[in-house]
């Protein structure tokens, strides 16, 4: 199982500046300061951002990992 916190920022997301981001738990997070970088999250904390997605309390992670 992996142990290694997940960083997503959104400068590497394919889906940046589209109509994505309004519904993307990042967004949520990072709110409209657009000098935030990254968000940081453990394996255990991943999870329950997955379990509250699932019940419809937060939105999903859109996040799409730029190729190239």
Do not use: Y
């Not at 916190?5 to 990072?30: G, M, R, Y």
């Not at 990254?38 to 379990?51: F, G, N, P, W, Y």
């Amino acid at each position: 199982m992996a142990t290694d916190p997940i960083s997503i920022s959104c400068d590497d997301c394919s889906l940046q500046a589209t109509q994505a981001c309004e519904d993307c738990l990042v967004s949520f997070l990072l709110g409209p300061d657009d000098r935030a970088e990254a968000v940081i999250v453990d394996v255990v904390e991943a999870r329950a951002m997955k379990m509250l997605e699932r019940a419809g309390l937060l939105p999903s992670i859109r996040f799409e990992r730029r190729v190239g």
